[in-house]
């Protein structure tokens, strides 16, 4: 679950995540000449002959991109996989990410792999991109590096992580919108547009202050950028009309892990650049006061990431109502947690309020509420 930092991870910018007490658990055996996975929630086994294709949709496709990524370490291997665990599906809580690291790691158990814990994280991440998400990182190495009690800030350039302690005073719950937002399917579209968004806008940053934006453009590189030149980007544009200003290729902008982003699509360059780069200075206000114990900024600052979410787009009604109720039932600040366009709300609040925030969220929400716990990863 994401403390605070939404949508900047992809942009090489740091974010806050925490680790919960839901699971996803992975039993793995051998099988005859093929992989194959099932699930306690799931009606359909999937089997993946050796050289099958990806198939176009449906859960099993993470499977298809872990075995994707392994490759040779696949090759020729069998396996039968049950997938079982209590961490919801419904988008926002990472549950892709946990299901492709577990995969992984079960896999690479059973075939004894020589993977350290860095090499699945990384394996994890081209797998999900394998899937048609061009997601950053966050997800896969809070899941495997996170400490019980602790919140980690994680950072990209360089890598570096640290754990900063909950404090007994801080408490945290989240609830669910009524709105399901798989990342891997309904929210595809939305989550590579913001991708894209973020990409043209720090090409034209970087052109506008004479530095190297990255390949591909990160906002990370323009992170000083003004107000006056976040505000001369352009509202609503595309990708091939900013590789045009910049005298580049669009595919410069578009290319993705998987297939490429249409160029003439539209995106949001000056939206994308004002919630990334104010998140991304919201994560280092939030880090100081969750170690200071301080809950009405961190709760300030909740509040402040939940309305740049619904100027970018990323919020809906029915998070909006959630995160509005939580508020009135106690809570000390909230706002959407994951990539949004449907999907979780997190609430800050103090112990004794705890259950009053769950109760307002179930209510408002009309679906699961509940308090979470800073736990521990992949074990």
């Known amino acids: 679950m994401n403390l605070i930092g939404e949508h900047t991870d992809y942009s090489f910018l740091p974010v806050l995540p925490m680790a919960i007490q839901r699971s996803v658990v992975i039993a793995a055996g051998p099988a005859e000449s093929y992989v194959e996975v099932a699930s306690t929630i799931e009606e359909d086994v999937i089997r993946f002959p050796h050289g099958a294709a990806a198939p176009d949709e449906g859960w099993g496709r993470y499977l298809f991109g872990v075995l994707d990524v392994l490759g040779e370490e696949a090759a020729g291997r069998t396996a039968r996989l049950l997938v079982d665990g209590d961490l919801p599906s419904s988008g926002g809580l990472a549950s892709s990410s946990a299901l492709t690291v577990g995969l ?31 997601s950053g990182s966050m997800d896969q190495t809070v899941i495997m590096f996170a400490r ?25 719950a989240i609830g669910f919108s009524g ?20 990409r043209a806008a720090a090409s034209l940053l970087g052109a506008a202050m004479g530095v190297d934006a990255g390949v591909p453009p990160r906002l ?56 990334v780069l104010a998140e991304a200075r919201r994560v280092d206000l939030a880090e100081e006061a969750l170690a200071e ?12 990431s939940h309305s740049s979410l619904q100027e970018f787009g990323a919020s809906t009604h029915g998070l909006d109502v959630v995160v509005d109720a939580a508020r009135l039932g106690g809570a000390l600040g909230s706002r959407l947690t994951g990539a949004g366009f449907g999907g979780w709300a997190v609430a800050l609040c103090s112990p004794d309020l ?16 509940f308090p979470v716990d800073a736990s521990a990863g992949l074990s």
């Open 104 to 134: 992984l790691a079960a896999l690479a158990q059973l075939w004894d792999l020589d993977l350290d814990r860095q090499e699945l994280v990384d394996l994890a991440i081209r797998a999900e991109r394998v899937v048609g998400v061009e």
């Open 148 to 172: 019980e009690g602790s919140a980690m800030r994680l950072d990209f350039e360089p890598p570096q992580i640290r754990h900063i302690p909950v404090p007994e005073d801080i408490a945290f």
């Open 179 to 198: 709105q399901s937002a798989p990342k891997g399917s309904t929210v595809k579209e939305h989550y590579n547009r913001a991708v894209i968004s973020c």
């Open 220 to 275: 990370a590189g323009v992170r000083e950028a003004s107000d006056h030149e976040i505000d001369a980007l352009p509202e609503v544009t595309s990708a091939g009309k900013v590789a045009s200003t910049l005298a580049v290729e669009p595919i410069s902008l578009t290319t993705m892990t998987a297939g490429e982003f249409p160029s003439d699509a539209a995106i949001t360059p000056r939206r994308a650049a004002r919630h």
């Open 293 to 304: 114990g301080d809950g009405a900024e961190l709760g300030r600052l909740f509040d402040a």
């Open 354 to 369: 705890v259950a009053n925030v769950v109760e307002a969220m179930s209510v408002a929400g009309g679906g699961p509420a």
